[in-house]
């Protein structure tokens, strides 16, 4: 029994001993690591400084490295880069501003440049493209001997400017021109396509515009020729409203001071037709943003379809 006893507490010394020993020996090793480690810091430190101190002596050197590192970012940077650069190459095209309907405002003088503005505000278009359409009614307008402020008014009551606007029935662009029924006057431009250039649409309206008048021997007359209107009693208030924005270019071309949100309650016309009692009617405004024109419906653009072939 007393040597049962004996093995025993051998055996619990021996284990005693051997934890004690593994706790010795990683606290050594650990020890041992922090202060190699601290050692290692300190070496290269002093070796950090005394390179920083070697190159700082030495201008050539210094400038190398400077050169070397340098290209090495600059490398690194048009890695990045020349992706883009590679696809910007690629869509480039120098000559596509050709291509664009827009004139600077300040190349319009002061008529000009107060309805471009005014037409930018109150449709929210680009000041630009806008003043690129009224010079086009400007000069338009001289040769075809039309007010030039009429022509824009069909612009606004028809597409408030949208030059790929389209009718459930086919008119087209900034004057919602019949692109089917004038494409020979289309042919002039290219094809039908042309339709969508505003410049060329606003041509082939101003051409459109000036038979229906003609056709129709007023001005009234010829606004609902255009609207395809002419054999109706009733044209939807359209000329009323073409006219009424007229007026309000009218002024500001002037220099009259008008709101950019205001909307106009159609003119009163003349049974007549007369052009000059429609532009006499009073104008009633309240300011509130301009709601989109009405446009004719199937039966009443079919007749404007057989009127104008």
């Keep these: 029994m007393n040597a049962l006893r004996r093995l025993i507490s051998l055996a619990r010394s021996a284990r005693d001993g051997t934890a004690q020993s593994v706790s010795v020996f990683l606290s050594d090793v650990g020890h ?3 202060e190699v480690s601290h050692n290692t810091l300190a070496l290269l430190g002093l070796v ?4 920083a101190l070697f190159v700082l002596s030495h201008g050539e050197l210094r400038q ?9 970012l600059q490398a690194r940077h048009e890695a ?3 992706p883009a650069q590679a696809l910007a190459e690629e869509l480039s095209e120098p000559d596509a501003i050709s291509r664009a309907t827009a004139s600077n405002p300040k190349d319009l003088n002061r008529q000009q440049a107060a309805v471009a503005t005014w037409l930018s505000r109150r449709y929210r278009v680009a000041p630009e493209p806008i003043s690129r359409l009224v010079q086009e009614a400007w000069s338009v307008g001289e040769r075809a001997g039309l007010d030039p402020t009429l022509i824009l008014a069909i612009m606004a009551v028809e597409s408030s400017f949208n030059p790929f606007a389209q009718s459930p029935v086919g008119a087209q662009g900034l004057m919602q021109v019949m692109t089917k029924v004038h494409d020979d006057k289309y042919s002039q431009f290219g094809g039908v396509f042309a339709a969508f250039d505003p410049v060329t649409n606003l041509r082939v309206g101003v051409q459109v515009l000036k038979e229906c008048i003609s056709r129709g021997g007023s001005l009234e007359a010829g606004l609902r020729f255009y609207v395809g209107a002419a054999n109706m009693t009733d044209d939807g ?4 409203k073409v006219l009424a924005e007229q007026s309000h270019l009218r002024m500001v071309a002037g220099g009259k001071a008008v709101s950019p949100t205001v909307t106009s309650v159609a003119v009163a016309t003349s049974p007549s037709g007369n052009a000059a009692a429609v532009n006499g009617g009073a104008i009633v405004t309240t300011p ?4 989109a024109a009405p446009k004719a419906d199937d039966a009443v653009v079919a ?3 057989a009127l104008l072939h």
């Design 288 to 291: 509130v943003v301009a709601p």
């Design 32 to 34: 041992g690591l922090l």
């Design 48 to 51: 950090l400084v005394g390179g």
């Design 303 to 305: 007749e404007k379809v």
């Design 237 to 240: 208030g359209y000329a009323g």
């Design 64 to 72: 190398s490295i400077e050169v070397q590192t340098l290209g090495w």
């Design 80 to 82: 990045h880069i020349e």
